[in-house]
């Protein structure tokens, strides 16, 4: 196991079209985190999974966001009817779970480009 | 709501110097954890240096160093003897000592290192 794995890399839509990226986690971690990072801005959280149940939500998850992780292993992050403004950078991290752990890995990140 | 600010967006620093990027955070919390990440070009953020809050020594990790400072809410980092290497965006990070353990992140301080 490499790390945190995101696919695809770099995606280019049309605004109106809907976009699906995903991300692979580190195999044994339990924790999956979604953030949005803007040019110029640090990651900002979206939404967080344990296991296979979403615990949080983020107000910047409008109801045109939508994430999965089924089973508790890999996530999937759905934009529908994306918007100019949902360009940006989707990183996904991964931690283990228990009392004092805080290191998240993080992925390489899916670019969104929406024009 | 808890934020962290990082005042500078650019610094420079030149080969084998030493260099301070500073951020500061706003909490009410007793309990959290401070971070700095390391965030190179096209690559995936990795994580530099921890902080526990409760812990009155400064956490070091070979020529990372931090200046903890929790009544002035001040978490700095020092990179001695700076490589090529070192050349990055740097985001200072928090995350309370709830159960989320989702990181807020400043806005980041891109570090050029000249040769």
């Known amino acids: 196991d490499t790390g945190v794995s995101q696919d695809p890399r770099h995606k280019i839509t049309k605004r109106g079209q809907n976009v699906t990226f995903r991300c692979d986690p580190i195999s044994e971690h339990n924790r999956l985190y979604w953030y949005r990072q803007t040019l110029g801005q640090g990651p900002e959280f979206l939404t967080y999974f344990q296991n296979e149940a979403q615990l949080e939500k983020s107000r910047l998850l409008s109801d045109r966001f939508s994430a999965e992780r089924p089973k508790g292993s890999f996530s999937t992050l759905e934009i529908q009817r994306t918007e100019q403004g949902d360009s940006a950078m989707y990183l996904c991290?991964?931690?283990?779970?228990?009392?004092?752990?805080?290191?998240?890995?993080f992925g390489q990140g899916t670019r969104l480009t929406v024009v | 709501a808890q934020t962290v600010t990082q005042s500078q967006p650019e610094m420079s620093v030149q080969e084998a110097e030493t260099v301070t990027l500073s951020c500061t955070y706003d909490t009410s919390e007793s309990d959290y954890y401070l971070f700095w990440y390391k965030q190179p070009p096209s690559r995936q953020m990795i994580l530099v240096i921890r902080?526990?809050?409760?812990?009155?020594q400064n956490a070091t990790e070979n020529r990372f160093s931090v200046n903890f400072q929790k009544a002035a809410k001040s978490f700095s980092l020092k990179i001695s003897d700076s490589q090529l290497g070192d050349a990055a965006m740097y985001f200072c990070a928090y995350i309370d000592g709830g159960a989320t353990n989702k990181l807020i992140f400043g806005t980041g301080t891109l570090l050029a290192v000249q040769p």
């Open positions: 991290a991964s931690s283990l779970a228990w009392v004092g752990n805080t290191e998240a890995f």
């Open positions: 902080q526990e809050a409760y812990k009155q």
